[in-house]
Protein backbone atom coordinates (compact mmCIF):
# COMPACT_ATOMS: atom_id res chain seq x y z
CA UNK A 1 0.00 0.00 0.00
CA UNK A 2 2.90 2.58 1.08
CA UNK A 3 4.78 1.97 -2.15
CA UNK A 4 1.44 2.19 -4.65
CA UNK A 5 0.98 5.57 -2.50
CA UNK A 6 4.13 6.61 -3.01
CA UNK A 7 3.95 5.41 -7.01
CA UNK A 8 0.55 7.61 -7.08
CA UNK A 9 2.52 10.39 -5.30
CA UNK A 10 5.18 10.39 -7.74
CA UNK A 11 3.01 10.42 -10.90
CA UNK A 12 0.92 13.36 -9.26
CA UNK A 13 3.89 15.29 -8.65
CA UNK A 14 5.32 14.75 -12.08
CA UNK A 15 2.29 15.42 -13.84
CA UNK A 16 2.21 18.96 -12.10
CA UNK A 17 5.91 19.66 -12.89
CA UNK A 18 4.99 18.42 -16.91
CA UNK A 19 2.19 20.89 -16.70
CA UNK A 20 3.83 23.89 -15.65
CA UNK A 21 7.06 23.58 -17.65
CA UNK A 22 4.50 23.03 -21.21
CA UNK A 23 2.45 26.03 -19.73
CA UNK A 24 5.59 28.16 -19.21
CA UNK A 25 7.36 26.93 -22.40
CA UNK A 26 3.76 27.81 -24.41
CA UNK A 27 4.23 31.12 -22.78
CA UNK A 28 7.56 31.79 -23.65
CA UNK A 29 6.97 30.58 -27.21
CA UNK A 30 4.18 33.58 -27.37
CA UNK A 31 5.88 36.16 -25.56
CA UNK A 32 9.42 35.85 -28.26
CA UNK A 33 6.78 36.02 -31.00
CA UNK A 34 4.97 39.31 -29.92
CA UNK A 35 7.87 41.56 -28.41
CA UNK A 36 10.87 42.56 -30.02
CA UNK A 37 13.24 42.04 -26.61
CA UNK A 38 11.62 38.77 -25.06
CA UNK A 39 14.36 38.23 -23.06
CA UNK A 40 13.74 41.31 -20.74
CA UNK A 41 9.95 40.24 -21.00
CA UNK A 42 11.12 36.60 -19.76
CA UNK A 43 13.37 37.98 -17.46
CA UNK A 44 10.47 40.02 -15.42
CA UNK A 45 8.42 37.43 -15.65
CA UNK A 46 10.75 35.08 -13.78
CA UNK A 47 12.82 37.07 -11.04
CA UNK A 48 10.44 40.81 -11.39
CA UNK A 49 9.14 39.98 -8.15
CA UNK A 50 12.45 39.68 -6.63
CA UNK A 51 13.51 43.48 -7.44
CA UNK A 52 12.31 45.73 -4.21
CA UNK A 53 10.97 43.99 -0.64
CA UNK A 54 7.59 45.63 -1.86
CA UNK A 55 7.09 43.53 -4.94
CA UNK A 56 8.08 40.00 -2.86
CA UNK A 57 5.80 41.50 -0.35
CA UNK A 58 3.07 41.46 -2.90
CA UNK A 59 3.43 38.32 -3.83
CA UNK A 60 2.80 37.11 -0.47
CA UNK A 61 -0.25 39.55 -0.23
CA UNK A 62 -2.03 38.20 -3.03
CA UNK A 63 -1.16 34.65 -2.11
CA UNK A 64 -3.43 35.33 0.71
CA UNK A 65 -7.03 35.36 -0.97
CA UNK A 66 -5.81 32.15 -2.81
CA UNK A 67 -4.89 30.30 -0.24
CA UNK A 68 -8.12 30.54 1.68
CA UNK A 69 -10.15 29.83 -1.89
CA UNK A 70 -7.64 26.80 -2.99
CA UNK A 71 -8.24 25.36 1.25
CA UNK A 72 -12.02 25.53 0.42
CA UNK A 73 -12.23 24.10 -2.44
CA UNK A 74 -10.02 21.19 -1.05
CA UNK A 75 -12.66 20.24 1.91
CA UNK A 76 -15.51 21.26 -0.35
CA UNK A 77 -14.25 18.24 -3.52
CA UNK A 78 -13.53 15.70 -0.88
CA UNK A 79 -17.16 15.48 0.00
CA UNK A 80 -17.47 14.30 -3.95
CA UNK A 81 -19.77 17.34 -4.43
CA UNK A 82 -18.60 20.18 -7.27
CA UNK A 83 -20.28 22.91 -5.40
CA UNK A 84 -18.73 26.48 -6.84
CA UNK A 85 -19.96 28.77 -4.30
CA UNK A 86 -16.93 30.24 -2.79
CA UNK A 87 -17.04 32.95 -5.01
CA UNK A 88 -20.27 34.21 -3.31
CA UNK A 89 -19.23 33.20 0.06
CA UNK A 90 -16.17 35.39 -0.43
CA UNK A 91 -17.73 38.26 -1.52
CA UNK A 92 -20.20 38.42 0.92
CA UNK A 93 -17.41 38.18 3.28
CA UNK A 94 -15.91 41.34 2.03
CA UNK A 95 -19.78 42.50 2.65
CA UNK A 96 -20.15 41.39 6.36
CA UNK A 97 -16.54 42.63 7.12
CA UNK A 98 -16.98 46.07 5.32
CA UNK A 99 -20.65 46.54 7.66
CA UNK A 100 -19.46 45.42 10.85
CA UNK A 101 -16.61 47.60 10.56
CA UNK A 102 -18.85 50.87 9.83
CA UNK A 103 -21.75 50.28 11.67
CA UNK A 104 -19.89 48.18 14.49
CA UNK A 105 -16.99 50.38 15.34
CA UNK A 106 -15.92 48.64 18.93
CA UNK A 107 -12.27 47.95 20.55
CA UNK A 108 -9.75 47.11 19.00
CA UNK A 109 -9.15 43.21 18.41
CA UNK A 110 -12.77 42.69 19.38
CA UNK A 111 -13.60 44.15 16.02
CA UNK A 112 -11.62 42.24 14.14
CA UNK A 113 -12.12 39.00 15.89
CA UNK A 114 -15.75 39.76 15.14
CA UNK A 115 -15.65 40.43 11.81
CA UNK A 116 -14.24 37.50 10.57
CA UNK A 117 -16.27 35.38 12.99
CA UNK A 118 -19.42 36.34 11.30
CA UNK A 119 -17.81 36.46 7.85
CA UNK A 120 -17.03 33.13 8.31
CA UNK A 121 -20.24 31.55 9.56
CA UNK A 122 -22.37 33.56 6.90
CA UNK A 123 -20.05 32.31 4.14
CA UNK A 124 -20.33 28.53 5.80
CA UNK A 125 -24.29 28.80 5.66
CA UNK A 126 -23.49 30.22 2.13
CA UNK A 127 -21.94 27.34 1.07
CA UNK A 128 -24.50 24.55 2.43
CA UNK A 129 -27.62 26.51 0.78
CA UNK A 130 -27.15 24.40 -2.79
CA UNK A 131 -25.98 20.91 -1.03
CA UNK A 132 -29.52 21.50 0.71
CA UNK A 133 -31.69 22.30 -1.86
CA UNK A 134 -30.08 19.51 -3.93
CA UNK A 135 -31.43 17.10 -1.10
CA UNK A 136 -34.91 17.77 -1.46
CA UNK A 137 -35.20 18.90 -5.24
CA UNK A 138 -32.59 16.99 -6.73
CA UNK A 139 -31.21 19.95 -8.66
CA UNK A 140 -27.63 20.13 -9.89
CA UNK A 141 -25.36 21.09 -7.07
CA UNK A 142 -23.15 22.77 -9.50
CA UNK A 143 -25.69 24.63 -11.56
CA UNK A 144 -27.06 26.01 -7.85
CA UNK A 145 -23.84 27.24 -6.78
CA UNK A 146 -23.26 29.07 -9.71
CA UNK A 147 -26.75 30.90 -9.52
CA UNK A 148 -26.21 31.78 -5.43
CA UNK A 149 -22.63 33.35 -6.70
CA UNK A 150 -24.37 35.84 -8.75
CA UNK A 151 -27.64 36.06 -6.03
CA UNK A 152 -25.42 36.55 -3.14
CA UNK A 153 -23.24 39.30 -5.36
CA UNK A 154 -26.58 41.56 -5.96
CA UNK A 155 -27.66 41.15 -2.55
CA UNK A 156 -23.95 42.42 -1.54
CA UNK A 157 -24.10 45.56 -3.67
CA UNK A 158 -27.69 46.19 -2.59
CA UNK A 159 -26.45 46.06 0.67
CA UNK A 160 -23.19 48.73 0.20
CA UNK A 161 -25.94 50.44 -2.34
CA UNK A 162 -28.10 50.99 0.46
CA UNK A 163 -25.98 51.27 3.79
CA UNK A 164 -22.32 51.87 3.53
CA UNK A 165 -21.67 54.28 0.63
CA UNK A 166 -20.02 57.39 0.95
CA UNK A 167 -22.39 60.44 -0.02
CA UNK A 168 -20.74 62.48 -3.32
CA UNK A 169 -17.78 59.55 -3.80
CA UNK A 170 -18.90 57.35 -6.36
CA UNK A 171 -19.51 54.12 -5.98
CA UNK A 172 -17.18 53.64 -2.61
CA UNK A 173 -18.24 52.80 1.54
CA UNK A 174 -17.17 55.58 4.54
CA UNK A 175 -13.32 54.66 5.18
CA UNK A 176 -12.63 51.64 7.59
CA UNK A 177 -12.09 52.87 10.98
CA UNK A 178 -8.50 52.14 12.41
CA UNK A 179 -10.10 49.34 15.31
CA UNK A 180 -11.79 46.99 12.62
CA UNK A 181 -8.80 47.09 9.90
CA UNK A 182 -5.64 44.66 10.24
CA UNK A 183 -2.55 46.29 11.21
CA UNK A 184 0.54 46.15 9.21
CA UNK A 185 2.91 43.00 9.38
CA UNK A 186 6.08 44.78 7.99
CA UNK A 187 6.48 48.60 7.32
CA UNK A 188 7.27 49.78 4.17
CA UNK A 189 5.06 46.86 3.04
CA UNK A 190 1.43 46.22 2.48
CA UNK A 191 1.78 43.04 4.57
CA UNK A 192 -0.88 42.50 7.01
CA UNK A 193 -1.54 40.06 10.08
CA UNK A 194 -3.89 38.50 8.14
CA UNK A 195 -0.83 36.35 6.68
CA UNK A 196 -0.65 35.03 10.39
CA UNK A 197 -4.35 34.22 10.38
CA UNK A 198 -3.96 32.47 7.26
CA UNK A 199 -0.68 30.36 8.43
CA UNK A 200 -2.80 29.32 11.52
CA UNK A 201 -5.93 28.94 9.31
CA UNK A 202 -3.70 25.69 6.87
CA UNK A 203 -2.07 24.22 10.52
CA UNK A 204 -5.65 23.76 11.62
CA UNK A 205 -7.31 22.06 8.44
CA UNK A 206 -4.53 20.10 7.47
CA UNK A 207 -4.92 18.62 11.67
CA UNK A 208 -8.70 18.68 10.88
CA UNK A 209 -8.34 16.63 7.35
CA UNK A 210 -5.12 14.19 8.32
CA UNK A 211 -5.84 13.71 12.04
CA UNK A 212 -9.45 13.73 12.51
CA UNK A 213 -12.04 11.39 12.42
CA UNK A 214 -14.13 14.19 10.24
CA UNK A 215 -11.43 13.91 7.58
CA UNK A 216 -11.38 10.28 7.34
CA UNK A 217 -15.29 10.12 7.22
CA UNK A 218 -15.25 12.97 4.26
CA UNK A 219 -12.73 10.89 2.66
CA UNK A 220 -14.26 7.98 2.58
CA UNK A 221 -17.46 9.79 1.82
CA UNK A 222 -16.17 11.61 -1.29
CA UNK A 223 -14.69 8.06 -2.42
CA UNK A 224 -17.86 6.03 -2.49
CA UNK A 225 -21.04 7.14 -0.23
CA UNK A 226 -22.61 3.85 -0.46
CA UNK A 227 -19.82 2.50 1.29
CA UNK A 228 -19.91 5.58 3.37
CA UNK A 229 -23.14 4.79 4.21
CA UNK A 230 -22.92 0.70 4.99
CA UNK A 231 -19.92 1.69 7.27
CA UNK A 232 -21.92 3.38 9.36
CA UNK A 233 -20.98 7.18 7.91
CA UNK A 234 -23.85 9.87 8.95
CA UNK A 235 -23.17 10.94 4.63
CA UNK A 236 -25.98 14.08 5.25
CA UNK A 237 -23.83 15.55 7.90
CA UNK A 238 -20.86 14.65 6.48
CA UNK A 239 -21.11 16.38 3.34
CA UNK A 240 -22.67 19.43 4.88
CA UNK A 241 -20.00 19.79 7.57
CA UNK A 242 -17.71 20.04 4.35
CA UNK A 243 -19.93 22.35 2.58
CA UNK A 244 -19.55 24.91 6.08
CA UNK A 245 -16.21 24.63 6.30
CA UNK A 246 -15.42 25.14 2.91
CA UNK A 247 -17.96 28.14 2.94
CA UNK A 248 -16.13 29.61 6.16
CA UNK A 249 -13.01 29.24 4.56
CA UNK A 250 -14.32 31.83 1.93
CA UNK A 251 -15.76 33.73 3.72
CA UNK A 252 -12.94 34.65 6.02
CA UNK A 253 -10.76 35.12 3.60
CA UNK A 254 -13.04 37.94 1.65
CA UNK A 255 -12.86 39.42 5.07
CA UNK A 256 -9.58 39.28 5.64
CA UNK A 257 -8.59 40.34 2.35
CA UNK A 258 -11.48 43.71 2.83
CA UNK A 259 -10.16 44.82 5.96
CA UNK A 260 -6.39 43.50 5.34
CA UNK A 261 -5.90 45.61 2.57
CA UNK A 262 -8.74 47.81 1.93
CA UNK A 263 -9.31 51.08 3.22
CA UNK A 264 -12.96 51.13 2.06
CA UNK A 265 -15.31 48.65 0.10
CA UNK A 266 -14.32 49.04 -3.60
CA UNK A 267 -15.58 46.12 -4.76
CA UNK A 268 -18.26 47.09 -7.35
CA UNK A 269 -17.71 43.65 -9.74
CA UNK A 270 -18.23 40.13 -8.82
CA UNK A 271 -14.61 38.68 -7.29
CA UNK A 272 -13.00 36.06 -9.41
CA UNK A 273 -11.01 33.52 -6.84
CA UNK A 274 -13.31 30.16 -8.09
CA UNK A 275 -10.96 29.12 -10.85
CA UNK A 276 -7.58 30.38 -8.49
CA UNK A 277 -9.02 28.32 -5.72
CA UNK A 278 -9.51 25.17 -8.15
CA UNK A 279 -6.41 26.14 -9.93
CA UNK A 280 -4.27 26.17 -6.60
CA UNK A 281 -5.82 22.55 -5.25
CA UNK A 282 -5.01 21.46 -8.40
CA UNK A 283 -1.87 22.11 -8.42
CA UNK A 284 -1.35 21.09 -4.37
CA UNK A 285 -2.64 17.49 -5.58
CA UNK A 286 -5.36 17.89 -3.33
CA UNK A 287 -3.63 18.15 -0.45
CA UNK A 288 -3.87 21.35 1.98
CA UNK A 289 0.05 21.53 3.70
CA UNK A 290 0.80 21.84 0.25
CA UNK A 291 -1.68 24.65 -0.87
CA UNK A 292 0.33 27.91 0.61
CA UNK A 293 2.88 26.71 -1.65
CA UNK A 294 0.93 26.41 -4.79
CA UNK A 295 -0.65 29.85 -4.33
CA UNK A 296 2.85 31.11 -3.83
CA UNK A 297 3.75 29.96 -7.10
CA UNK A 298 0.39 31.76 -8.71
CA UNK A 299 0.69 35.13 -6.93
CA UNK A 300 4.33 35.32 -7.56
CA UNK A 301 3.73 34.93 -11.77
CA UNK A 302 1.00 37.61 -11.41
CA UNK A 303 3.33 40.01 -9.79
CA UNK A 304 5.91 39.17 -12.14
CA UNK A 305 3.72 39.50 -15.69
CA UNK A 306 2.54 42.93 -13.57
CA UNK A 307 6.06 44.23 -13.88
CA UNK A 308 6.52 42.50 -17.14
CA UNK A 309 3.63 44.27 -18.37
CA UNK A 310 5.00 48.03 -17.38
CA UNK A 311 8.54 46.90 -18.63
CA UNK A 312 7.77 46.00 -21.96
CA UNK A 313 4.29 45.99 -24.13
CA UNK A 314 2.88 42.76 -23.00
CA UNK A 315 0.01 42.06 -21.02
CA UNK A 316 -0.64 40.80 -17.93
CA UNK A 317 -3.10 37.94 -19.33
CA UNK A 318 -0.21 35.75 -20.47
CA UNK A 319 -0.51 34.56 -16.80
CA UNK A 320 -4.22 33.41 -18.00
CA UNK A 321 -2.38 31.24 -20.81
CA UNK A 322 -0.52 29.63 -17.99
CA UNK A 323 -3.17 29.30 -15.56
CA UNK A 324 -5.41 27.32 -18.85
CA UNK A 325 -2.72 25.04 -20.02
CA UNK A 326 -1.84 24.43 -16.52
CA UNK A 327 -5.56 23.72 -15.32
CA UNK A 328 -6.25 21.48 -18.63
CA UNK A 329 -2.94 19.07 -18.68
CA UNK A 330 -3.84 18.68 -14.87
CA UNK A 331 -7.40 17.66 -15.15
CA UNK A 332 -6.47 15.91 -18.01
CA UNK A 333 -6.55 11.88 -16.56
CA UNK A 334 -4.80 10.46 -19.85
CA UNK A 335 -1.91 13.27 -19.61
CA UNK A 336 1.35 10.80 -18.84
CA UNK A 337 -1.29 8.28 -18.43
CA UNK A 338 0.65 6.01 -20.57
CA UNK A 339 3.47 6.53 -18.35
CA UNK A 340 1.63 5.31 -15.08
CA UNK A 341 0.70 1.85 -16.76
CA UNK A 342 4.10 1.18 -17.44
CA UNK A 343 5.17 1.78 -14.11
CA UNK A 344 1.94 -0.21 -12.35
CA UNK A 345 2.97 -2.53 -14.69
CA UNK A 346 6.74 -2.85 -13.88
CA UNK A 347 5.64 -2.60 -10.12
CA UNK A 348 3.01 -5.33 -10.46
CA UNK A 349 5.98 -7.70 -12.39
CA UNK A 350 8.34 -7.33 -9.59
CA UNK A 351 6.40 -7.84 -6.43
CA UNK A 352 5.13 -11.15 -8.81
CA UNK A 353 9.05 -12.27 -9.15
CA UNK A 354 9.10 -11.68 -5.26
CA UNK A 355 6.46 -13.41 -4.41
CA UNK A 356 7.87 -16.39 -6.52
CA UNK A 357 11.00 -15.87 -5.57
CA UNK A 358 9.82 -16.59 -1.98
CA UNK A 359 7.73 -19.66 -2.45
CA UNK A 360 10.65 -21.18 -4.65
CA UNK A 361 12.63 -20.29 -1.64
CA UNK A 362 10.41 -22.31 0.80
CA UNK A 363 9.43 -25.14 -1.53
CA UNK A 364 13.13 -25.84 -1.65
CA UNK A 365 13.68 -25.73 1.86
CA UNK A 366 10.80 -28.31 2.43
CA UNK A 367 12.19 -30.65 -0.03
Known sequence: MDKNKKNRDYHGLLRIVCSISIALAFAFIVICLITDDPGLAISKLLTGPFQSKRSFFNVVERMIPLVFT????????????????????????GVIAAFIALKFPIANGINQALILTVAAITGG?????????????????????IMFNYIFYYIGVAIVSNTLLEKGAGWRSYEF????????????????WGFIIMIAVVICIVILMNKTSFGYKLKVTGMNKNFAKASGINTVKTIL????????????????????????????????????????????????????????????LRVGADIMSRSTSIDTEIVAIIQGIIILLVASERFLHGLKVRQEQKEALREAEETLTVETGVQGGRI
Open 177 to 192: PSTAKLGKLIEGTNMH
Open 70 to 93: GLAMNVIYKSGYFNMGADGSLYMG
Open 125 to 145: LICMLPVIIKKYTNANVTVLS
Open 241 to 300: LAQFVGGMLAGMGGAIEMIGLNKRFTWQNPVNYLWDGILVNLLAGSKPQLVPIAAFGLSY
